[in-house]
């Protein structure tokens, strides 16, 4: 509670030099809160360690039953991520991920600011655009800013974890990210905030040839909709910012302590 | 202050509408304008009204009240309404920690208002005279003056609640609804609440002197929370006695001078954080003599919760059977309210006869606390009853034995 830190928050610039597709979208936001629930040590050992842990013991072991509620949380979270971009009428800005008690009284915040347009992975397929060399400049960057790891070491004890989730959402209702008018982040002096700015450099080029590629047969992508509108990707309006607001996944993911 | 009767209206928003205020107040309203009266202080949900896509869709719930009018009916037309709309937050308690030599302890629960775990609880609390009410005013005009900026030096006012009384009478509870309303009320001024239940045993450290200084670290934790001026911060010191113990009582030497210090550094930090136009604190104790007086001294209510009387006790019975039909436990029949039972002057007929009947329990469950005649139902069954579903009659009949039982029980307690 008493890492005191300057005041404000911190801005990682990152500029990637492949764009984003919702699908890498959602997989780097899982991957950072893998990270994140390691280094801040509410999950006993990395992730894809327990992942493998839990193969080699019993089903009934207390650490592999912790396990598999953690990653069902966690699948819960990246499937309904994945569906705010694809749903109509809404339009996603920002992912934050909050550690600390409460929404209001994190010990540590972290948002991600996705670039402006996002590639519509029903169209670009994962081997044109793989979520692994976004994922890798993203680690890479955050494992060179010193101060990201200064709060990283800051031992922390069992809290819990949110997601919020920053859309403009014109529809009547909104079940698994629940609506919280006049949410601000917190901007307290005992809370640790990053905010990651996920860019592309302008010479991208995202012109590919997705389009024109012959499916691999039985490809789960196979499943083309016919009444997708035809864009290659979502650009969100700068102009209307107050129609952005923020909402709180109703999934608390927290972790687990191992037991010997 | 007997100004209009203002029809107080309090609108639950589901928790996935993505609806403004302003829309939801919109449809309330256009919805009630069709409506001749309402009746008070009774839960309207949403999905019971029928007719209404919109209200189905984004309204939880509807309760409204009046200031000087309990129960009832009051006429729409002509009625100043004031609209307040919220939405409830779905997460339980959550624990603040505080790093101390190392250890990290665990100081405080934190719930963020109007919070589904307080849902209802106020509308299930019942005192005799106003009690609920007023507390209710004092919170309202605590904030008034503070946002007003009256001058301090002049006009004091110490943001202390101190609620007393015996075990079971809902003092906590009273804090923790109280709070929840007092958001509820305010939701125009503060957009949210924090309410702050503070672990006081956790306080006093193994070393000696340092608990006076963990008191003063909590403070500057809690300090950090009131600089949210859009938050509504409520502080509930539950048992303060083992905070505030009363300074006196150590001259004698059996309290080791440590627990002064804690007193001395609650009292200062007290003056401190009311300085804060946003801070309520609530306290209750059980123990009034074992208080510090200069404690006492800064509570601006100090209110005597006691046993419930008859009326209360027929109110608690009441809900009770209420929720035993809608969990389908007791078969659905006709049970009059108090207000009823006055009006048909307490004559017998096929329709008052178990009312009347509860009246009567109520009289002999006098003297019981509230926390004890909640209990009572949940007797009744576990000890009298075999079947699944019974008859309201036999369900009255086997709860007048659940009641000497425990009565016997408590007299027993005593000799």
Not at chain 2, 241 to 265: F, M, Q, W, Y
Not at chain 2, 284 to 311: C, H, W
């Amino acid at each position: 509670m008493f890492s005191r830190h300057k005041k404000g928050e911190m801005e990682i610039d990152i500029m990637l030099d492949e764009p984003l597709t919702n699908d890498s979208c959602t997989k780097v936001v899982i991957e950072l809160v893998k990270y994140i629930l390691y280094q801040k040590q509410q999950i006993p050992f990395a992730y894809e360690a327990l992942a493998r842990f839990q193969t080699s013991v019993k089903a009934t072991d207390r650490n592999a039953v912790s396990f598999k509620t953690l990653s069902s949380m966690l699948k819960d979270v990246s499937d309904q991520l994945f569906s705010q971009f694809f749903l109509k009428g809404c339009d996603v800005k920002e992912v934050a991920i909050l550690l600390g008690p409460t929404i209001l009284s994190p010990k540590l915040c972290i948002a991600i600011e996705f670039p402006s347009y996002i590639l519509n992975s029903k169209q670009h397929k994962e081997y044109q655009h793989s979520s692994r060399k976004p994922l890798l400049k993203l680690m890479r960057s955050l494992l060179e800013c010193d101060e990201f790891q200064e709060a990283m070491n800051i031992p922390l004890s069992m809290t819990n974890m949110f997601i919020m989730l920053k859309k403009n959402d014109g529809n009547s209702a909104s079940d698994f990210f629940l609506p919280k008018p006049q949410y601000i982040l917190p901007t307290q002096q005992s809370t640790s905030c990053f905010r990651i700015k996920l860019g592309q450099s302008d010479q991208v080029n995202i012109e590919c040839n997705c389009e024109s590629l012959v499916a691999v047969y039985h490809d789960s992508f196979k499943i083309q909709l016919e009444d997708e509108d035809n864009v290659q990707y979502r650009q969100y309006n700068s102009s209307n910012q107050s129609l952005y607001q923020w909402y709180q996944s109703k999934q608390i993911i927290k972790g687990f302590k191992f037991h010997t | 202050m007997k100004e209009e009767n203002v029809l107080h209206v309090e609108i639950c928003q589901r928790v996935d509408s993505t609806w403004s205020r302003e829309t939801i107040e919109e449809t309330v309203s256009t919805e009630f304008k069709t409506w001749k009266e309402v009746s008070l202080d009774i839960i309207l949900h949403g999905k019971d009204f029928l007719n209404n896509i919109a209200i189905q869709n984004h309204v939880e719930s509807i309760i409204c009240s009046s200031n000087y009018i309990e129960k009832g009916k009051v006429k729409i037309e002509g009625a100043t309404i004031k609209y307040y709309i919220y939405r409830l937050t779905q997460e339980g308690a959550a624990t603040e920690t505080m790093n101390s030599n190392s250890d990290e302890l665990s100081v405080a629960s934190h719930w963020l208002l109007p919070a589904q775990e307080f849902h209802y609880m106020w509308e299930n609390l019942y005192y005799d005279c106003d009690i609920k009410n007023n507390l209710l005013h004092f919170v309202e005009t605590t904030m008034l003056f503070s946002s007003l900026a009256v001058n301090s030096n002049i006009i004091s006012w110490n943001k202390v609640v101190l609620l007393h009384g015996p075990p079971g009478t809902g003092k906590t509870s009273m804090c923790k609804a109280l709070a929840q309303k007092a958001v509820i009320r305010m939701i125009d001024r503060f957009t949210h609440g924090k309410f702050i239940e503070i672990n006081s045993h956790s306080l006093f450290s193994k070393w000696f002197s340092e608990s006076g200084k963990l008191v003063m670290k909590l403070f500057d934790e809690i300090k950090s929370l009131v600089q949210d001026e859009s938050a509504l911060v409520c502080i509930l010191i539950d048992e303060v006695e083992s905070l505030a113990h009363a300074r006196k009582s150590c001259n004698n030497g059996t309290e080791p001078s440590d627990s002064i210090r804690v007193v001395n550094a609650l009292l200062t930090q007290l003056d401190q954080i009311k300085r804060y136009p946003n801070v309520l604190i609530l306290t209750t104790s059980n123990m009034t003599e074992a208080i510090d007086l200069a404690f006492i001294d800064r509570a601006d209510i100090k209110q005597y919760l006691g046993y419930p009387s008859e009326v209360a006790i027929y109110n608690i019975y009441h809900s009770c059977l209420k929720e035993l039909m809608r969990t389908e436990i007791l078969k659905r029949e006709e049970i009059c309210d108090i207000s009823q039972l006055k009006l048909f002057g307490y004559t017998e007929d096929s329709n008052t006869k178990n009312s009347l009947k509860l009246l009567e329990l109520s009289r002999v469950s006098e003297g019981l606390t509230g926390r004890t005649l909640r209990k009572i139902p949940f007797l009744t069954h576990a000890l009298h009853l075999s079947t699944d579903k019974s008859t309201l009659s036999k369900f009255l009949k086997a709860m007048h034995s659940a009641i000497l039982k425990v009565q016997q029980e408590g007299e027993l307690q005593q000799s």
